[in-house]
């Protein structure tokens, strides 16, 4: 957690915290360096929270710009917390367009962290919706994060993985808001080819009066 408050551009304004402790609580000596670093770097102002990873009680939807999980996923299953989850709660509290700053084992207990983000998905079914790593083939699915880039890196003796993940700028629309959305999208997009048109003509326009006008001189 410390290593966050290094990582975090300066432009980020508050640093919430949470815990892959099973207790949802911050070591002493994770606050201690993590006060640390905020006071040598003249940073983010740290908002202490008590909650766990997995479940970010104290966050609000769509409310947060970046998400940071840096070497968190095998210390949570060591916890008894659960990995996955934290990357729904992730995708949970960020804007539409945030990113999902990471750096993780590329392989806990047989899983690949990378797929795993990448084949997140908000799922729509009736009325209800929720994060969901896969659904039934009848169920209407929407990537979260709709740009991912990555590259292996080696920390120890674990491979690695770190990367940043930017959630889908409609990952929390309905089916009838998305197709407003495109009908929107598609009616402002010939609206912008009839401005072009009608701009070419007055300038075709244009070049025939003044042919006109200096045969005429």
Known sequence: ????????PKTIRTLITSSA??????TVTA?????QQADRRKAATIQYEDQRADDLTEVADESVDIVISLQAAERMRDNGL???KSVQEAARVLKPGGRLLFAEATNID???????VQNLYTMRVGEDDELAPESDEDDVRYPVFDEIGSDDVDLVIVPHVAGVAIKA???GLTP????AKAAQEEKDRLADL???AFERGNKKRRKKKKKKTDEEA
Do not use: H, P
């Open 82 to 84: 659960d990995w996955k």
């Open 176 to 179: 009838a808001e998305r197709a």
């Open 169 to 171: 700028m409609d990952a």
């Open 194 to 196: 009839s401005i072009a």
């Open 110 to 116: 047989g899983v690949n962290y990378l797929d795993y």
């Open 21 to 26: 402790e099973s207790d949802g609580k911050l």
């Open 31 to 35: 606050r201690r360096q993590l006060k």
């Open 1 to 8: 957690m410390q290593n966050a408050v290094t990582f975090i």
